[in-house]
């Protein structure tokens, strides 16, 4: 545990698989669960940045949502546009779907490589 803490402050940034490595250099051979149990048990993180997903940025428009309170009583009042990735063995391929919200049935699609 004093190496893992020696490490730690020498390597803030390194997780577990890197701690791992960093201990099997200096000779202690360690599997990666045991280090991440050890560093978890001293309360050790790997330092990063984190993802900023959940910060709005100011420059983009914010766009009244036009269905809310709406009611939707019967087919053709509302529909939707889906489009799915789809991974294919050599690639991939985009689907494009039109969807009533009543019936929840698809009205049109088409699959295409391209966007």
């Known amino acids: ?63 009244p949502y036009l269905l809310k309170g709406l009611v939707i009583q019967r087919s053709n009042q509302v529909w939707s546009m889906d489009i799915t990735y789809i991974p294919m063995a050599k690639g991939f391929v985009y689907l494009f779907a039109v969807i009533d919200w009543h019936s929840r049935k698809v009205l049109a699609h088409r699959v295409s490589i391209s966007i």
């Open 1 to 63: 545990m004093r190496c893992i803490d020696e490490l730690h402050m020498q390597y803030p940034f390194a997780g577990s698989r890197m701690m791992r490595d960093l201990l099997n250099r200096q000779g202690h051979h360690i599997g990666r669960r045991h280090t991440r149990t050890l560093m978890k048990k001293m309360g050790i993180q790997a330092l990063y940045c984190k993802p900023n997903l959940s910060k709005a940025n100011q420059a983009h428009r914010k766009y």
